[in-house]
């Protein structure tokens, strides 16, 4: 029995030290010229805030950001955490201008738009390779980075043909420029075919799936509801049927609000995603029998709705920046990434649970359960906290 114990201590553990991972997404625009790259990104207040350690209860306002250097210092932190290389050759970067919203309002929705300009040293490459390092030395909780990612938008500045690529945090993108050697500044090379459509939607199903998998993989709070569903559950389909209704919730609130039907504010959806962990995880401990009932579907389904307002996040701008079949490509690659990625962990976690009904007792399983269990609130509670803190107290 302590061995089970043991390693559900273990499998849980590491998830005590950690929040659910907080996600800032915003788009980039691409235009390549003749004699360089010209860069305009979408920045959130709230990005500004966590990136010149600004507390969040103050209130900037753009005449105040302008006056205290603060978009000064956010446009010189750009240019070293954004770096556009040519091979092995990194490009020069300068802010040209910053547009400042009309109004201050909620700090994710608050926009401001830099432009910034990275010379060729030369004739125009094929290829340029961006690397996002934002927010990288920054911490949001104990074990808990930020992630910053954008939606680009990209394109040669004589065509109208745009293509939508994925830049996520501390990953690199190769963006074609649109150009073949040789190409010369007075003279560039005809503009090589497009990029089959087909292609393009392929490659951008691609980077979401890939993408959902990661926001789960690093999503504690989500990964902790899933755990506590399962960790009760005595059969392969009990588990399979509770595992069905907090997947058809999650992905029907998803696309509601991927496509802007429906949409609930951060400061509702994040505790009541940790309210869910906590639920859960005491149900499997004061009322195991309920956790056999038609009852755990319903839990499973009503706080899985919640949990797909949560999945989609910072999702919803960027993916508007995407056409429409893109969009719905982007939608499937997640939600499909999304799923990949709680069977990586449910999966292996009832395998564990049925090698333990086989060599244990039914009241040592069950003890083993409880302790798992009582894991598992704890982590939901730590990150309550945390997401209590971090809607109200930084607002």
């Known amino acids: 029995m302590w061995r089970l114990r043991l390693i559900i201590f273990a499998w849980f553990g590491p998830v005590l030290a950690a929040s659910a991972h907080p996600i800032l997404q915003d788009t980039m625009w691409v235009q390549f010229e003749p004699s360089l790259v010209r860069v305009s990104i979408n920045v959130s207040l709230k990005e500004i805030y966590v990136a010149q350690g600004i507390p969040q209860s103050s209130v900037i306002t753009s005449d105040a950001a302008v006056h205290n ?78 992630d910053q990612s954008y939606v680009i938008r990209a394109k040669r500045w004589d065509r109208d043909t745009v293509s939508s690529w994925l830049l996520t945090y501390r990953e690199t993108a190769t963006l074609p420029t649109g150009w073949e050697k040789p190409a ?80 609930l504010p951060a400061y509702v959806v994040e505790p009541v995603i940790a309210v869910s962990i906590i ?26 709705l919640m949990h797909g307002l949560g999945f989609a996040g910072g999702l919803l701008d960027v993916m508007s920046g995407l056409p429409a079949a893109g969009i719905w ?30 060599r244990m007792p039914e009241q040592s399983l069950g003890t083993a359960i409880r302790c798992g269990s009582a894991a598992i609130s704890c982590g939901g509670a730590y990150y309550l906290i945390v997401a209590v803190h971090d809607q109200f107290f930084l607002r």
């Open 329 to 358: 490509l982007a939608l499937a690659g997640f939600s499909l990434g999304v799923e990949i990625g709680h069977q990586l962990v449910v999966l292996p976690l009832f395998a564990l649970l049925k090698l333990g009904r086989l």
């Open 279 to 304: 639920f859960v995880s005491l149900e499997n401990i004061l009322r195991p029998e309920r956790t056999h009932s038609r009852a755990r579907l319903l839990v499973a389904f009503g706080f899985g």
């Open 184 to 263: 010369t500044l007075s003279q560039p090379a005809p503009t090589p075919p497009a990029l089959p459509e087909r292609s393009q939607f392929w490659r951008i199903t691609g980077e979401h799936l890939w993408h959902g998998i990661m926001h789960i993989l690093t999503g504690y709070d989500h990964l902790l509801f899933v755990c506590a569903l399962v960790i009760a559950t005595r059969s392969f389909w009990e588990m399979a049927r509770v595992i069905v209704a907090f997947t058809l919730a999650h992905s029907l609130t998803l696309a509601l609000c991927v496509f802007g039907i429906f949409r």
């Open 69 to 146: 250097g603060i978009l000064d210092q956010h446009g010189d932190y750009i240019l070293k955490h954004l770096s556009l290389s040519s091979g092995e050759t990194p490009l020069h970067g300068s802010v040209i201008k910053v547009t400042p919203p009309s109004s201050i309002e909620d700090p994710v929705q608050t926009i401001f738009k830099f432009e910034l300009t990275y010379a060729f040293n030369g004739a125009p490459p094929e290829k340029i390779t961006f690397r996002n390092e934002m927010l990288d030395e920054q911490t949001y909780a104990a074990g808990t980075k930020w």
